[in-house]
């Protein structure tokens, strides 16, 4: 409505100023003894409005004083650090055809009157003659690790599909695709790798050649240097000082930097000033699809490793969770070397330091249950396990976020706020209210958010040696019990198997469950034989007293379509009792076919569903599913038969014996 301008100070009714039912006039008068206000307030110090503008942004300066600061970059003005980051930078960004890399210059190009227009570029880019391509004329940008803040902003202003949730966090679309595509992840195979890494039937390494890496490697890097702007982010990966690994991440998008910026551990101001040259670089060219004329490409989508170079390349999808999983492969390869073994685990510990280790494949509770109000979280996916202890790969976590709910979740739910990053949600258009049960864009929606946004996490993310690892199954065929203890030899069966079953589609109607074999419950990520991973677990679990568990968290009373999923309360009692030792002490017998010894007791839950066999109606239905998921778990374990885990043939023999029998 517009003013009514009348001017009096009264407030426009609609009806006529001073209407009968209007609203009472608002008394804009001076009250008798009140002083008399000047309200010719202090000017701001600016001649202009782009001085005042000027002024609203202060400097941001280093929060550790430099005059500590030690190593290489020490004594250097700030402009010369940031020279020599530009320079580092512009090394990353190099074409390798063209061998020298692009003319670097720090800030948004949107706010170019506030950027210094000077190259940081080393001198001898200077030189750009006649026969250079137009590409080397230009400058590119560096939005060099933004803060949450900034990137919302570049997010919102430049990349469609982003919008403020009602709760404060940014919601993003990854695009076409809103998962990983393990079947366009390929490693480059030379003299080194070819020996090391494992290959052929069920590794998830599909080989390239050092030439087709470079060739797209070359396309992402024109890509990324052809645009006005590009982010990178310098972080680390793995809490344990002594095995911290440094990356640079360089991307085209806001969504895809503030990601990373959540997910991997973030530098302080120091650190940053002393990072140096990145030990691993990812250039994510998602945007741009690979060409399918180039070999060995079968989609437009690749992602490429090469270890050799320590870089990974990504072309043909926007996905975040690439670049996430790309680096939990390179932890892969990278720590078994030096006798650590990488996890794809969740894992927490209780106030008196007892850890606890939670694997399983995608969407069977990682995240969730190591998310526990009671005790404190060390990481929800990734971690690495070594002689002294456990530490956390990441800075962040990535919790599913279908049906999420206040009451089940409350911590995930409140760590969904300014900063976190939501991926291919549904919200309310006006209210900008997520509605977590809309599967619109698809089931796999996701928050990233940093790690302390968990009120309970445990900073810096390190623990002690594990007291129990706990093997988490989504079972849907629902005859797995909802826990079992294990032996070593079943916890090796069982980690080396990877089991879990989920349902295919839900929207054609009820669909049989498929199961899923993963090794070390995470075969798309691992580098080496799954055996290396089982021998090392072994060795550890024994040598620090570690009791193995497998909870199922699937279904109970039935398969997909006549039984219902585990009730996370009843999961969380089960948990809880494992953490607690009262599990360990309880009464068990032993299952048929699978051989798993049950417990008959758990506090707070309902005894009869225990045993599986109590909670189906039809017993024969009960047992033909029992035999069936048998016998799925011997076809898997078949090509593991012929491999040595560990030193002597005993454990092998023991591990084989430790699977269904019937
Ligand atoms: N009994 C249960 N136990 C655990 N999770 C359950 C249970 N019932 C339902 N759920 C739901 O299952 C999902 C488990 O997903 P979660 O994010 O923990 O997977 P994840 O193992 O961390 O997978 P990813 O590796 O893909 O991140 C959550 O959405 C959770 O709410
Ligand atoms: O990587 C992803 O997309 C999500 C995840 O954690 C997994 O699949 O294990
Ligand atoms: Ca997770
Ligand atoms: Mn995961």
Known sequence: MASNGNGNGSVATGKGSGGRNGLPKIQTQKRQNAICHDDTAPTVKAQTIDE????????????????????????????????????????????LTRETGPKLVRGDPARQSETPRVSHAP??????????????????????????????????????GSFITSSGALATLSGAKTGRSPKDKRVVRDDTTEDELWWGKGSPNIEMDEHTFLVNRERAVDYLN?????????????????????????SARAYHSLFMHNMCIRPTAEELENFGTPDFTIYNAGQFPCNRYTHYMTSSTSIDLNLGRREMVILGTQYAGEMKKGLFGVMHYLMPKRQILSLHSGCNMGKNGDVALFFGLSGTGKTTLSTDHNR??????????SDKGVSNIEGGCYAKCIDLSREKEPDIWNAIKFGTVLENVVFDEHTREVDYLDKSVTENTRAAYPIEYIPNAKIPCVGPHPKNVILLACDAFGVLPPVSKLNLAQTMYHFISGYTALVAGTEEGVKEPRATFSACFGAAFIMLHPTKYAAMLASKMEKHGATGWLVNTGWSGGSYGSGSRMKLAYTRKIIDAIHSGKLLNANYKKTEVFGLEIPTEVEGVPSEILDPVNTWSDKKAYKETLLKLGGLFKNNFEVFLNHKIGKDDKLTQEIVGAGPKF
């Open 52 to 95: 005042l503008h000027s002024l609203q942004r202060k400097k941001s300066a280093p929060t550790t004083p430099l005059d500590g600061v030690q190593g290489a970059f020490a004594n250097l003005t700030e402009e010369e650090r940031h020279k020599q980051q530009l320079q580092s930078i512009s090394a990353s960004l190099a074409s």
């Open 123 to 160: 001198d001898h880019h200077f030189a750009p003659t006649f026969s250079a391509s137009d590409s080397s004329l230009k400058f590119t940008h560096v939005l060099y690790n933004l803060s949450p803040a900034e990137l919302y902003e570049q997010a919102i202003h430049y990349e469609k």
């Open 226 to 250: 052809s645009l006005d702007k590009v982010f990178v982010n310098d972080q680390f990966l793995n809490w344990d000082p002594e095995n911290r690994i440094k990356v640079r991440i360089v």
């Open 376 to 385: 404190y979280l060390i990481g929800d996916d990734e971690h690495c396990w």
